[in-house]
């Protein structure tokens, strides 16, 4: 965060948020809790055409209005932001460096009695995530999720996923499918969804260890569009893969396999055969942290055999110790062990 003042206050320029380690957490308390009558009384954005030689005088003009200054842009279009008591000398003072335009201007009072009017609970965002197993939907309401598991170990068809989003109770929902043949049964319930006037945004997420990582990142005091943005990167920045057993004889891109077969999956695509699971998972997790990576998340199956967990960790310990890990226990059918690499 120091850093990322530092940035803000040489350039001007806002920095990329860092995804955050895909470790469960409490929700954040609601807005309205949040919101309190200290400080300014108002929020003034506004899309300003100015020169460059302007924007140092406006926010020295701005500065002693309020706080929470941002200017950011340059090709002479600026994105103005501040809280202020005087919303008129906010205003202003873009008047006389440019010319504003699309002005918003928000008072906390009334939009915390919006909030609490429209729902008692704080809540106007919600999170369906979708799992396969049942540590991972544990692990996935205690980060605050509406979970959504399909009968009998299966993939939840549409039905059940438009059921989640109904029972999320929020205008606003996100959407986590937890591999890349839940997506379409995703969207078809975010259409559906959407003709009852809710707005649902489905994330490409195709594993489970990037629902993860998009949940640890979710923030309903954020606008919609920025909560998906941030969602969407932590999730994208995630690798992921893992081990499982082959039941047929098949054409992979790493070779043919046979029943029997240790497989390694990176990314979706199998990349590993090997016999011992111990070797393939860890030659997997070489292949994944072969960029580098901070955090390390395994996620075990309902059958992964004992030991295996232990040698994984022998063997990031010797091999990748930069790295941290978190190992939860995740339940999925098929695979002893999934990987995520931050």
């Not at 039941?247 to 029943?259: D, F, I, N, Y």
């Amino acid at each position: 965060m120091i850093l990322d003042a530092l940035v803000g206050t040489v350039t001007g320029a806002l920095p990329e948020p860092m995804p955050r380690a895909a470790r469960p957490h409490r929700p954040p308390p609601p807005v309205a809790d949040v919101l309190t009558p200290e400080g300014p009384s108002y929020e003034v954005m506004y899309l300003l055409r100015a020169d460059e030689e302007a924007i140092p005088s406006l926010r020295s003009t701005l500065l002693p209005l309020g706080d929470s200054l941002l200017v950011v842009g340059g090709e002479e279009l600026w994105n103005v932001h501040v809280h202020v008591d005087d919303v008129g000398a906010a205003i202003e003072a873009g008047i006389e460096a440019g010319r504003p335009f699309r002005i918003q201007v928000t008072h906390f009072r009334d939009q915390v009695a919006r909030q609490r009017a429209a729902h008692p609970d704080g809540a106007e965002r919600a999170v369906v995530a979708l799992a396969g197993g049942g540590g991972l939907a544990d692990l996935l309401r205690e980060s605050g999720a509406v979970v959504v598991q399909g009968a009998g170990g299966m993939r939840p068809a549409t039905r059940e996923i438009l059921d989640g989003i109904r029972a999320a109770g929020t205008p606003e929902v996100v959407v986590l499918p937890h591999d890349k043949d839940s997506v379409p049964s995703a969207e078809a319930a975010a259409e559906q969804a959407r003709s009852d006037g809710l707005r649902v945004q489905v994330l490409p997420t195709r594993a489970s260890v990037q629902v993860l990582a998009a949940l640890a990142v979710h923030d309903p005091q954020r606008r919609f569009d920025d909560d998906v943005v941030s969602m969407t990167a932590a999730a994208r920045a995630t690798r992921y893969g893992g081990v499982t057993t082959a039941v047929r004889e098949a054409l992979t891109t790493a070779g043919v396999c046979h029943p029997g077969d240790q497989l390694g999956v990176v990314s979706g695509d199998v990349a590993v055969i090997g016999s011992d699971l111990n070797q393939v998972a860890a030659e997997v997790l070489d292949r994944l942290l072969s960029g580098g990576g901070e955090l390390v998340t395994l996620v075990t199956g309902a059958d992964a055999p004992e030991g295996l967990v232990d040698h994984v960790l022998d063997h990031l310990r010797t091999a990748h110790p930069e790295s941290d890990t978190a190992v939860y226990t995740g339940g999925q059918r098929h695979y002893p062990l999934l990987f995520g690499v931050e």
